[in-house]
């Protein structure tokens, strides 16, 4: 069995309303050396098998079928045997 963390956030160009949101939020409370803050999403996925290889070609398939719009969000995983 593996464990996958994925993680998907907004591609760089593409503006992160939220995460400008939050960080007024935080200036307002007094963290005023704040450069930027951008909000994504994390997905943990339990995956019954002994192949690896096929975790990761499963995992590709949804993020690109399903759980991240390729157009304005990237996503990157890490995949743990537990």
């Known amino acids: 069995m593996f464990e996958v963390k994925i993680t998907i956030n907004l591609k760089p160009t593409v503006n992160n309303p939220e995460g400008l949101t939050i960080k007024s939020s935080l200036e307002s409370l007094g963290f005023s050396n704040l450069n930027s803050v951008r909000v994504g999403k994390n997905i943990i996925v339990k995956i019954d098998s002994d192949d690896k ?27 743990n045997q537990i």
């Open 53 to 79: 290889n096929e975790v990761i070609l499963q995992v590709e398939e949804m993020c690109s079928k399903l759980l991240a719009n390729p157009i304005i969000e990237q996503y990157e995983f890490d995949i």
